[in-house]
């Protein structure tokens, strides 16, 4: 199982430190703007989920930085969800220059599933398995396609 989108990030003044370089801590916005879109790319946008009666907080979150990002340069996050959640989805990022190609960053990050009226750790919705399951065949037939 495997689902994967695309997201492009422009690289904001705002987001570099004085070394004219993307401020580390950056990375984990566009992961998270990468997040945001896969949920919506799938059909499940994080709104939805809230509507559902349920939180996906960070858990744990890394990166592993390989070359620099500067002002103005086009980035492509793609994030990937590779398993299929329970209580837990693990979320990949790769980070990379559009232009180049080159690999800039990548990392994870690890969220549990909390009903919201409770505020404790539960499975996965239903629901969100479905959506992510059709998702997952949707992404296959396409592949298969000449």
Known sequence: MSISAETKIRVRYADTDQMKMV???????YF?????????????PYPEIERMGYYLPVIEAHARYLKAAR??????????VNDAPQARIRIEYKVHHDETNELLAEGHTV????????????????????TLSE??????AAKSQP
């Open 71 to 80: 002002y103005d340069d086009l980035l492509i996050v793609k994030t990937i």
């Open 32 to 44: 998270e703007q990468g997040r945001s879109d896969l949920l919506r790319d799938i059909g499940m």
């Open 111 to 130: 969220h549990s599933f909390v009903n919201a009226a409770t505020g404790r750790p539960t499975r996965a919705p239903e629901q969100f398995l479905e």
């Open 23 to 29: 401020y580390y801590g950056k990375f984990f916005e």
């Open 135 to 140: 998702a997952v065949s949707r992404a296959a």
